[in-house]
């Protein structure tokens, strides 16, 4: 299904890309497409925040389709199964949904409650079965969506999965320390852990049940594969912190790699926001030049044997997605209402968060 950069929701509008964010190079290479399951995906990933209560009914109603949650994933994993892509934009949308709670949590100098909802997500990991019915429905509507998505592949994989996300949940509990205490972590230190708060390896590992097949540690580790990878999910993070800056800077936020480079290394806003335009164009040209690597790979694995075909094909397929996500990325930011800044009565107060705690009982 080919999808066109004028919006892919209901109500199609012109995207006019503002130049500071504007990437020809995506624009004309990476041509963007979507998920032929996309009009059910929207649909059923709107029935299922609903059910979960993970949105109160009027959020969802007017802003959900708007915040285009499944456009993303439906842009991303292009060759998933119907079953498999649902459960993995169900839990992406849960993902923006936590990643809201816990930024009102820091608004609004909730600390206890966010530390007993991270204890509450790392045991809800390792036993979703028993969380299906929690009395907190971010818990609950998490534990239904791990496990779904440990329904896919062997044990193996959903272990890797648990021990990856333990390490996201982790990397929250240290933004929200770095932000209650205004805390700007330097360049290197802010890039490792924005690795972390981004979840690079938790949609990396998402390419597999996507494919089809766990990929075997030779496999995912290898630097050809590994590197495409990375690069894609940098250029994401760091398109990320270009878009969102506007939005950041007003929340007073400090996780965001221009606030660092203003801070540490005193850059204007000028300065800091062309060094992330560079930094992201760079990811752009270096994965290039990766994914013809990571093909030449999977070449190499097919050597004959049934195995390595079935990993030859899946490594295709994943280096094939990771291509996708530069598109599907790009214009996410510019179509999502989740970025649209000027458009709020409050620039600090997403519009589609509610401010009120949850999960107190």
């Known amino acids: 299904m080919l999808a066109f950069p004028s919006g892919t929701t209901s109500t199609p509008t012109a995207i006019a890309v503002p130049p500071s964010l504007s990437l020809p190079l995506i624009e004309a290479a990476f041509p963007r497409r979507l998920h032929e399951y996309w009009p059910k995906l929207q649909e059923k ?3 299922w925040l609903l059910e979960k209560r ?10 959900a389709d708007g915040l285009c949650y499944t456009d993303l994933m439906a842009g991303y994993y292009l060759d998933a199964p119907d ?3 649902q459960a993995i934009a169900d839990y992406s949308a849960w993902f923006f949904v936590w990643d809201d709670r816990h930024d009102r949590d820091i608004v609004h100098g909730r600390t206890a409650a966010w530390q007993r909802l991270r204890d509450r997500l790392h045991t809800a990991l390792d036993s979703p079965r028993d969380h299906l019915h929690h009395e907190d429905a971010l818990v609950a509507g ?3 969506s791990v496990e779904r998505l440990y329904s896919f592949l062997p044990a193996t994989w959903n272990a890797r999965f648990a021990r990856h996300f333990h390490a996201v949940i982790d990397a929250y509990d240290r933004e929200f320390h770095n932000r209650t205490h205004g805390v700007v972590p330097r360049v290197d230190d802010y890039l490792a852990l924005r690795r972390l708060t981004f979840a690079h390896w938790i949609w990396t590992d998402l390419l597999e049940p996507s494919a089809g097949c766990e990929l075997p540690d030779a496999v995912r580790k290898h630097p050809a594969y590994r590197r495409a990878a990375l690069l894609s999910q940098e250029f994401a993070a760091w398109y990320n912190d270009l878009c969102s800056l506007p939005k950041e ?5 400090v996780h965001n790699l221009g606030i660092s480079l203003i801070v540490h290394e005193e850059m204007t806003l000028e ?3 062309t060094e992330l335009r560079r930094r992201v164009q760079h990811c752009v040209l270096e994965f290039i030049a990766a994914e013809r690597d990571a093909l030449r790979f999977a070449d190499e694995l097919a050597d004959g044997t049934v195995r390595g075909k079935e990993l030859g094909i899946a490594v295709r397929t994943c280096v094939s997605n990771m291509r996708n996500w530069f598109s599907s990325v790009y214009w996410f930011h510019h179509e999502s209402g989740r970025y649209a800044v000027d458009s709020w009565d409050d620039r600090s107060t997403p519009p589609y968060v509610t401010n009120a705690a949850a999960g107190e009982k």
Not at 249 to 253: D, M, P, R, S
């Open 249 to 253: 800077l007003a929340g007073a936020e």
């Open 54 to 63: 993970l949105m109160p009914a009027d959020k969802v109603e007017e802003y």
């Open 45 to 47: 990933t709107r029935a």
């Open 83 to 85: 079953q498999v892509l």
């Open 271 to 273: 300065e800091a926001t």
């Open 142 to 144: 998490f534990a239904d």
